[in-house]
């Protein structure tokens, strides 16, 4: 058995933590290359974990191979669905914890660790009630063909899935993932990001308490490069959800393709907000910092470029700048007065600041921000460049920041040609007073989600995914359950004779 060390967070809650890797509902000694996890406030090691190996990986999908085809593939979905609800009812008991963890290891602030209850964890909660309710539902059908012939489909569950999960929503990716993947009768291998662990090992702790079977829920932490890379071209791995970098997101798809593994991918966005002339003003800015500045700009579907029209540009500049600067609270992710954390790790603070270089060398006015926060730890102000244009690297690359790229137009072709002059096609916003228009412009914007008037909606019951070079296929409501399932078509000769 792994050990489990003892932590104690800045809030003043302990836990004992878990260690090693969880198969086959115990947690065992990995035999990878160890790795650090920081906490990115101070940028100091918290715990020094091992890696899962190749090895490591084949024992974690062999005990998913087992479940499966065992006493999980057994069960009626009804008692799936109790499963789901037990681990529900768990999550919810130790939601302070969970968004503790998060907030410890990642630097979630305000939004995401004081208003956690109400967030990240409270999105996971639901998404596993949604889940237990939807585990007996999942149905197929009959199709009339003739008289003499019956047809029908069933849906039934992919096998073993490998969800690999990214660090910027460490326990709602996970719930994302799992949840929809158990559900239809899957079993899963789960690979949390090396950066943000802490929380899938705990949630190891609860799959024991709800009394899963072994091996349904498996999670391998470790190096990228190695577990992840393993687990994507494992021959005996039926599908592979992945979250993360597009340039991640394509290794994948190629590892994936040695056995055609079904595959579902939510990769990277650069995602525009377009400011109509007729909009509220203060809505738009509002709207428009939160969707750019909250997690500290590490979202998918960040609204990092801004486009405004040319007669209220100036006002809706003064607007958000004014608007940034209230929030400017930059500093401890435990702490009540805070508003943005630190960045996840050194590689992204560093990348971060490479950007914002970028864009002053480049000729973007600067607004706000352009530097670093403090002396300690992985801190970036909040950076508000105007007058951009399209040719610039932070306009057409995605960041994962708290920077945003700001310029104006005249028309709305104009708005809606550089809103989709980009290889993502994640999500959108817009922002006007016109209910035609609205619907209008939503309908011509290359992305696969949109929002009027508002920026980052997201809910367990609505598709989530996007086009282009954003990812394929969709995560949560019934398109989830597509996703995790295959569909079977059963020909029944009721008497025709040859």
Same mark, same amino acid.
């Given at each position: ?55 490591? $990986? ?19 979905? $009804?008692?799936? @669905? ?39 964890? /409270?999105?996971?909660?639901? $998404? ?7 585990? /007996? ?63 899938? %090992?705990?949630?190891?702790? %609860?799959? +024991? ?8 829920? !498996?999670?391998?932490?470790?190096? @990228? ?21 597009? !340039?991640?997101?394509?290794? *994948?798809?190629? =590892? #994936? ?22 909009? &509220? ?17 590490? +979202? ?49 603070? &560093? ?28 801190? *970036? ?34 708005? *809606?040609?550089?809103?989709? &002059?980009?290889?993502?096609? %994640?999500? #959108? ?22 929002? *009027? ?15 282009? =070079? =954003? ?5 949560? @409501?019934?398109?989830?359950? &597509? ?14 004779? %040859?």
């Amino acid at each position: 058995m792994a050990a489990a060390v003892e932590i104690s967070l800045p809030n003043g809650l302990k836990y004992s933590q878990p260690t090693g890797l969880f198969i086959g509902n115990e947690f065992v000694p990995a035999t990878g290359e160890k790795f650090a996890v920081i906490n990115p406030a101070t940028n100091e090691e918290v715990i020094t974990l091992p890696g899962a190996s190749e090895a490591d $990986v084949d024992k974690a999908v062999a005990a998913a191979r087992r479940a499966f085809e065992g006493e999980w593939s057994e069960l009626a979905a $009804v008692d799936r @669905g109790s499963f789901l609800y037990k681990l529900s009812e768990l999550i919810d008991r130790d939601r302070k914890l969970l968004a503790s963890i998060d907030a410890f290891d990642n630097g979630k602030a305000r939004h995401t660790y004081t208003d956690a209850l109400e967030g990240d964890i /409270d999105e996971s909660y639901n $998404v596993f009630k949604y889940y237990a309710g939807a585990a /007996d539902k999942i149905t197929g059908r009959t199709i009339e063909t003739s008289p003499a012939k019956l047809a029908y489909v069933l849906q039934e569950p992919l096998g073993v899935c490998g969800q690999i999960i990214p660090w910027n929503f460490p326990f709602m990716m996970l719930a994302w993932k799992v949840a929809p993947a158990l559900a239809c009768g899957n079993t899963v291998v789960l690979k949390p990001a090396e950066q943000t662990p802490l929380s899938a %090992l705990y949630f190891g702790k %609860l799959v +024991v308490e709800a009394g899963l079977p072994a091996g349904v829920v !498996n999670i391998i932490p470790g190096i @990228g490069s190695v577990s992840g890379k393993a687990l994507a071209g494992h021959m005996d791995v039926d599908k592979i959800a992945f979250t993360g970098s597009t !340039n991640t997101g394509r290794a *994948i798809m190629k =590892s #994936a393709a040695n056995n055609l593994k079904n595959i579902t991918l939510e990769c990277g966005g650069k995602s525009p907000s377009i400011v109509f002339e007729d909009a &509220d003003l203060d809505q738009a800015a509002k709207w428009c910092h939160s969707g750019i500045m909250y997690n500290q700009g590490q +979202v998918c579907t960040s609204t990092s470029r801004i486009y405004v029209h040319e007669a209220v540009y100036d006002d809706f500049l003064k607007r958000f700048v004014e608007i940034t600067k209230e929030n400017a609270r930059v500093g401890d992710p435990f702490s009540s007065e805070t508003w943005q954390g630190p960045q996840v790790s050194q590689a992204q603070y &560093d990348k971060i600041l490479s950007y914002i270089e970028e864009g002053k060398s480049s000729g973007a006015r600067l607004l706000h921000g352009g530097s670093k926060h403090g002396s300690k730890g992985l801190f *970036i102000e909040p950076t508000v460049f105007a007058d951009t244009t399209e040719d610039m690297k932070i306009i057409q690359e995605e960041i994962f920041g708290p920077v945003v790229a700001i310029s104006k137009f005249s028309t709305e072709a104009e708005a *809606i040609a550089k809103a989709n &002059d980009t290889s993502y096609g %994640l999500a #959108a916003a817009l922002f006007t007073e016109k209910i035609s228009k609205a619907h209008k412009v939503a309908r011509k914007l290359q992305a696969g989600m949109v929002w *009027i008037n508002s920026s980052n909606d997201s809910h367990f019951g609505i598709p989530f995914g996007g086009y282009k =070079s =954003s990812g394929i296929g969709r995560e949560l @409501g019934q398109y989830a359950l &597509d996703a995790y399932t295959q569909s079977k078509a059963v020909h029944v000769n009721l008497g025709s004779r %040859l």
